[in-house]
């Protein structure tokens, strides 16, 4: 199938603000998600975003969608040395079951 | 409230040898995944189910077979194990269309 992408690193200063990108390929994919997973452990849902809206925020979390662009990002505020992680982006597409399509993962490396 | 448990969280194989990766969720969940996880790749699913008694393959199934006997259970063979399954693999399950994931089984063939 077609892939959902994302560029595989990031570095920020602690305090900085990080934004994590993704494109994505299915229009009509009804969910957008950000999934955070530190080392050793499984994939955590973070966040997500209805196809309908265009952002989204949640305490330091902000999301954006440009449906028009098939584009996501995941912006942090404050980033702080527990945020380095490995954060996913996922779109569900519904051709069979709930089938949730994965992109290859952001390493955030937060540095002091 | 355990959520999604996987058994066991590591395992070394050689070739040929044959292993079932056990999955249970305590959430009453209909749909159950499995994935595998690969550096650069994200997750690929390789069986998913619906609901107790249904399996039905992903985007990589070849070399596993999977059972959903028990609502709560989702097991994961691998009936001739290749270097190639060298892997990190996720159970998921799913209500509504919010995913909650195990801890993961690393598994290493050599």
């Known amino acids: 199938g077609e892939d959902v992408e994302q560029s595989l690193f990031l570095s920020v200063r602690e305090g900085d603000s990080s934004v994590i990108n993704c494109t994505y390929t299915d229009s009509s994919s009804t969910y957008l998600y950000w999934y955070k997973q530190e080392p050793g452990a499984g994939l955590q849902l973070l966040t997500y975003?209805?196809?309908?809206?265009d952002m989204k925020q949640d305490q330091r979390l902000t999301v954006l969608l440009n449906k028009k662009d098939k584009h996501l990002s995941l912006r942090i505020a404050d980033t702080q040395t527990g945020d380095s992680a490995i954060y996913f982006c996922?779109?569900?597409?519904?051709?069979?079951?709930?089938?949730?399509?994965f992109g290859p993962g952001t390493r955030l490396s937060v540095l002091p | 409230n355990a959520g999604v448990t996987q058994t066991p969280k590591f395992r070394v194989l050689k070739t040929g040898q044959s292993m079932t990766l056990l999955c249970a969720q305590d959430m009453n969940h209909e749909y159950m995944y499995w994935y595998r996880q690969d550096p650069g790749m994200g997750l690929r699913l390789i069986h998913y189910s619906v609901g107790e008694g249904t399996t039905a393959k992903g985007e990589v199934p070849d070399g596993y077979n999977v059972s959903r006997l028990k609502k709560q259970n989702f097991l994961l063979g691998l009936e001739s194990a290749a270097p190639s399954q060298t892997s990190v693999y996720f159970c998921?399950?799913?209500?509504?269309?919010?995913?909650?994931f195990g801890p993961g089984t690393r598994l290493t063939v050599t």
């Open positions: 975003i209805f196809s309908n809206m």
């Open positions: 998921a399950s799913s209500v509504s269309h919010e995913q909650y």
């Open positions: 996922a779109e569900i597409r519904d051709n069979y079951g709930q089938n949730f399509v």
